[in-house]
C-alpha cells in the first residue's frame, strides 16, 4: 500500500507543477516548470519496478529541456503573452474538459484494479520464464524490446529517424530574406 | 481508480493548455505533458501488488514480476517523443524567424 501513497503523491505534485507551468506568464520558467513533470514521471516508474523506464526518462527529460531551453533562450522570445484571453472560450473549456472527466469516471472503474493487472498476453514470457530460455537474456523486457517484438522497434525507430531527418530539413530550408541577405554579402 | 484517475487528471491538465493557450511554446510544453501521461498510464496498468522488477537473478520467484510488456512498449515511445519534441521546436523557430511573434492567431493573420 505504500507504493500507492507514493504514487499519488507524486501525481498530485506533477498535477500542480503542470498547471503551474501552463498558467506561467515567463516562458523560460514554464519550461524548466515542465521538467516537474517529466522527473515525477522517472520517479514513479522507479516506484512501479520499471529501472530500465526510470533512467531512460531521466535521460530524455534533461535532453527536452536542455533542447527547449537553447532553442527559446533568445530574450526576444520572452515578449508579454498576449493578454486578450477569451475569457469564455477558456470557461467553456473548462467546463466541457470536467464533463469528460466525470463521464470518463465509469470507464476508469471498469479497468482492471491497480496493482493486480490481468497479464493476459505477457503471460507466456513470464511464465517458467520462457522469454529467458528462449533468447538467453536475464532482462525480460529487453528480450522482448529486441527479439519478440523487433519488427515493432524497428518501425519506432524509421519514425524516430524520419522525425530527426524532418528537423534537419526544416532547421536547413533559407527563407527568402535570407537568401537575399547573402547575395548582398 | 484513484491512481488512474489522477493520470487522467494530468493528461486532461495538458489537453486544456493545447486547447487555450495561443503561445507556441506553451503549446509544445502541454502536448509534452499529455504525452507523459499517457507513457504513465501504460506502466500503471502493469504493475502487480509485492512484485519485483522483471530482470532474472538467482533465487528470484518468477511468478512475481511486474508486467514486462507495458514497459517495452513505452520504452520505445519515450524516445520518440523527443525526436518529435525537437521537430515542434525545429518549426517553431521557423515561424518566429518569418512571422516575428509565437501568437498562433496573429501567425493565422499573416498568410504568404
Known amino acids: 500500500m505504500i507504493v500507492d501513497t507514493w504514487v499519488i503523491f507524486i501525481l498530485g505534485i506533477m498535477i500542480i ?56 533562450i533568445k530574450p526576444d522570445y520572452h515578449k508579454s503573452e498576449p493578454s486578450i484571453m477569451n475569457k469564455i472560450v477558456t470557461v467553456l473549456t473548462v467546463l466541457v474538459l470536467v464533463a469528460i472527466l466525470f463521464c470518463s469516471i465509469d470507464m476508469l472503474k471498469a479497468l482492471p484494479e491497480f496493482g493486480n ?12 520464464a520462457n ?38 530539413t526544416i532547421l536547413r530550408i533559407k527563407t527568402k530574406k535570407r537568401k537575399s541577405e547573402e547575395a548582398i554579402e | 481508480m484513484i491512481i488512474y484517475l489522477l493520470c487522467f487528471i494530468l493528461f486532461l491538465v495538458g489537453l486544456y493548455g493545447v486547447l487555450t493557450k495561443r503561445n507556441l511554446i506553451k503549446i509544445i510544453l502541454s502536448l509534452s505533458i499529455m504525452e507523459y501521461s499517457a507513457n504513465l498510464f501504460l506502466v500503471l496498468f502493469g504493475y502487480k501488488r509485492d512484485a519485483l522488477f522483471p530482470i532474472l537473478e538467482k533465487g528470484k520467484e518468477i511468478q512475481s514480476m511486474v508486467d514486462p510488456l507495458p514497459q517495452a512498449l513505452v520504452l520505445t515511445s519515450i524516445v520518440i517523443e523527443l525526436g518529435i519534441t525537437a521537430m515542434l521546436v525545429a518549426l517553431a523557430v521557423r515561424l518566429y524567424q518569418k512571422y516575428k511573434t509565437f501568437d498562433i492567431t496573429k501567425i493565422r493573420r499573416l498568410s504568404g
Open chain 1, 117 to 128: 493487472p490481468s497479464m493476459e498476453t505477457s503471460k507466456y514470457y513470464v511464465d517458467n
Open chain 1, 131 to 168: 522469454a529467458a530460455k528462449e533468447t538467453h537474456s536475464a532482462n525480460i523486457v529487453t528480450s522482448i524490446i529486441l527479439d519478440y517484438r523487433a519488427y515493432d522497434t524497428l518501425g519506432e525507430a524509421t519514425v524516430l529517424f524520419t522525425a530527426i531527418l524532418g528537423t534537419i
Open chain 1, 17 to 72: 507543477g503542470s498547471i503551474a507551468a501552463i498558467e506561467q506568464k515567463e516562458m523560460l520558467s514554464a519550461i524548466i516548470t515542465v521538467g516537474i513533470v517529466g522527473l515525477g514521471t522517472s520517479l514513479i516508474f522507479l516506484f512501479l519496478q520499471a529501472p530500465d523506464l526510470a533512467i531512460v526518462q531521466f535521460l530524455f527529460e534533461i535532453f527536452a529541456i536542455i533542447i527547449l531551453v537553447r532553442a527559446f
